[in-house]
Each structure stands twice: as C-alpha cells, then as structure tokens.
C-alpha cells in the first residue's frame, strides 16, 4: 500500500512538474516574440550584432529596436530586475510601456532625447506598479541604455542608468559610464535627470551596449568577474574584423572565462558600425 502511495505522488508531482515546465516554455514563445530580430539594425547601421541569452528559460534582459522614421532609430538594452520568471514579467512591462513611449514619439515630431524616455520609464513603471513609497509592496526597475540615431545627421543621443556603453574610434575606445541611478524602483527618484551624451559620428565608429550579465560572469583562476577590459581588447584587437567575427571571439572569452562555473545572470548585448 505504501508503495503504491509512493508511486502516486511521484505521478503526481511529475505531472506538475511537466504542467510548469510547460507553462514556461510557452512563456518563453512570448517573450522571444518581444526581442527584436538583429536583422533589424541592418537598414541604418553598416555592420551589427545582437545577443540574447536568459540564464533560464525566461530572462529579465531585453533588447528592443524601434524604426521612427527613415532616418531615425532607437535602441533599448536593458536589465529588469530579477531573472527567471519574475524578470520576464517584468520585461513584459517595461515592452508595453517601451510601446507607448514609441507612438507618441510618431505623433510629437520633437527632437527624441534618451534622457527625457529615461525618466519617463522612471516614472511610469513607479506608477503602475505603486512604487511611490518606502512601504510599497513591489520593488522592481530596470538598469539600462537607451540610444537615438539619426542617419541623415549622422548625430547619435544616449542616455545609461548604471550600465556603460562602449565608443570605438579606430584605435580609441572610449567608455561612458551609466548614471548611478536606476529605473522604476523605489529608492528611484521619480524627478531625476539623467545624463545625455550626444556625438556626431562617422563612418565606421562602432558601438558596443551590454547588460551588466556579461561583465559581472564569475569565472577564471580567481573565480572573480570577467569585466570589461578583455571585452574593449577584443574591439581594439580586431578593429578591421567584421562584427559577426567579433561577437564569435566575445562568446569564446565569455565561455572559455566561464569555465566549468554556472552562468550567473542573464546576457544581452548589441554592437553596431556606423
């Protein structure tokens, strides 16, 4: 009879353990849907690529790349708070507002500044989720980049809460910093106003936008973070290689540093040329 007790309960929990695991994949349909295609970046950039990699089935990182017009583009790399299931909830969220924030651009016909799209993510994840007070129930943001580009200029705009973005100019790389400050949460302020940084680029400057996940593996003789310096080596080493062959050689460091380790987070990263 205990036997058969037993049998039962394995039954029983296998079938709710396929049930959730189920559940997820079916999770993880959708929110491949919400990632933009690096094929995208193709119509205004020279050369690009995008990674995408969830710890788990489902992440808290997404990448998002919007045509305004034309000439016009945006860019979004950014970090929800979590990973797993409750960080793909989150990136759900941060779409639907990424969403709303795109067709009033359509309409408005002002000048496009990350910063201002920066604090209006602040506010409104704040907002929707009643994060208004030390007291509130949920405390969830994003760390992120959110870049403009306008072809026919030629002027590229962004904006970083936290994470920093890569400028590679021939031999020089140079690396703007985020704003120590995050997006949505409580601690956030909600009238905070974020650093923007605008360049007029040219033909063949390169650009490189991560998530904190790459540069914070754990990994190599002294189980420390990989950081960012072997990253800016590889750009720097490799200038005139394509950029397929440059997130190859990325993905390499990345696994070889890795080693037998567990990854830690999730990983998103986008590189294009001018």
Known sequence: ESEAKLQ?????????????????????MIQSVLISLPKVLEGYFSDSFAV???????????????????D???LFVVDCTGHGVPGAFVTVLVKAIERNIVAKLSHDKEQ???????????????NILKQDSKNSLSNVGFDGTILYYNK??????FASAQNPVMY????????????RHSVGYRTSDENYVFT??????????RFFISTDGLYDQNGGEKDLPMGRKRIAKIFIDNKDEPLNEIKEMILYELGGYQGANKRDD????????I
Request: with cysteine; aromatic share 10%.
């Open 112 to 126: 496009i500044h990350p910063s201002h799209l920066l604090s209006v993510f602040n506010r409104s994840i704040k």
């Open 8 to 28: 039962k309960m394995m039954n029983e929990t296998a079938e709710l353990h396929q049930r959730v695991n189920d559940s997820i994949a079916y999770a993880a």
């Open 196 to 205: 923007e940084h605008e360049l007029k680029v040219e033909y063949g400057d």
């Open 152 to 157: 026919s200029s030629k002027i590229l705009r």
């Open 266 to 273: 999730d990983i998103a990263f986008v590189s294009f040329t």
């Open 52 to 70: 995408w990699q969830p710890k788990d089935t489902v992440g808290g990182d997404i990448y998002m790349f919007e045509e305004i017009s034309k």
């Open 72 to 74: 016009e583009c945006l």
């Open 168 to 179: 590679i100019k021939g031999d020089n790389i140079t690396e703007y910093k985020g704003d």
